[in-house]
């Protein structure tokens, strides 16, 4: 029979979770995941915190809690039962571990603020050639047509310029409804751009984005689980085994999705319809969370 640690250790490894996972998800200190599934409880702060942080590691990996709590009071003689006092102090430590790591967040980003400023920069110069280029190019197209349409004039010239001007109108709805019709598809397609990469974490922006949007997620190979969040509420989190698929509908509301991988080599994403090829930036990992901003 499997000790408590290596229990909880095969369900995680089984869901596809990562340590680093398991501390984001919990706001468990890696350190002390790690004495739990050696089962080195003296490394806890106290026995409150073995039935706790114990318990909150069964219900990420879809264990009973207090199955396990029953084999370690068996195995070690701990007391199961939870006393106020304790839970204030786990409450007050979870959100002084919350707020550590959102300190954290901010000063990498900072970290990182002069290259989006440069990037950002660097885009709207070229988005200003472009404009420019395009500007003199339809210039060009103008002043050749009429340089034609004045050669081919002749002595005839009211009938030459009845049927030159039909001509020319023709030519000119003909030319312009691609045209708008191209430039109206673009307008209104959907892009998504990575603007930043740290480590296993990448920020996309989503341009054109539908008002009510829809991520697939579908699994190809082994069984993979991933959690899916809008505006930082969690709105789906589960595993899907080889072959399966899931859709889900995201609120009007979502300005932010994030998605978190635990087999992103098995694991395929479709936004609206239109296949994410996120493995392009790093296809060698495992477990990646892609932050989608939607414009």
């Known amino acids: 029979m499997n000790g408590i640690g290596q229990t909880l250790k095969e369900a995680r ?25 050696a089962e080195n409880f003296d490394a806890l702060p106290g026995d409150f915190y073995v039935r706790a942080f114990i318990q909150q590691y069964a219900k990420v990996v879809d264990l009973d809690g207090d199955e396990l709590l029953a084999q370690l009071e068996e195995k070690t003689g701990v007391k199961t039962e939870t006393p106020v006092a304790h839970e204030a ?11 550590a790591e959102k300190n954290d967040f901010l ?47 002749s002595s005839d010239v009211k009938k030459k310029k009845s049927s030159a001007s039909t001509s020319s109108a023709k030519k000119t709805t003909s030319s312009k409804t691609p045209s708008a019709k191209k430039k109206s598809a673009s307008s209104t397609k959907q892009t998504i751009e990575n603007v930043s990469s740290e480590g296993s974490k990448f920020v996309y922006d989503v341009k054109n984005a539908a008002d009510k949007n829809k991520l697939e997620l579908s699994v190809s190979g082994s069984a993979a689980w991933s959690a899916v969040s809008s505006n930082g509420s969690q709105v789906w989190q589960g595993t899907l085994n080889d072959g399966g698929s899931h859709t889900i509908e995201l609120p009007e509301s979502t300005t932010t999705i994030t ?33 989608l901003n939607l414009k």
């Open 13 to 37: 490894e089984k869901k596809g979770l990562t340590l680093d996972d398991l501390q984001q998800t919990t706001k468990i200190q890696k350190r002390y995941l790690i004495a739990i599934e």
């Open 89 to 99: 102090t786990t409450r007050t430590e979870a959100v002084r571990i919350e707020q």
């Open 259 to 291: 998605i978190s991988l635990g087999n992103s080599n098995s694991t395929s994403l479709k936004l609206n319809g239109k296949k994410f090829d996120y493995k392009k930036e790093n296809d060698t990992l495992t477990v990646r969370t892609i932050t």
């Open 107 to 153: 000063g990498k980003l900072m970290n990182y603020l002069p290259t989006i400023i440069i990037v950002i920069v660097v885009v709207a110069i070229l988005g200003t050639i472009y404009v420019v280029a395009w500007g003199n190019h339809s210039k060009n197209t103008e002043s050749q047509s009429s340089s034609s349409q004045t050669v081919s004039v």
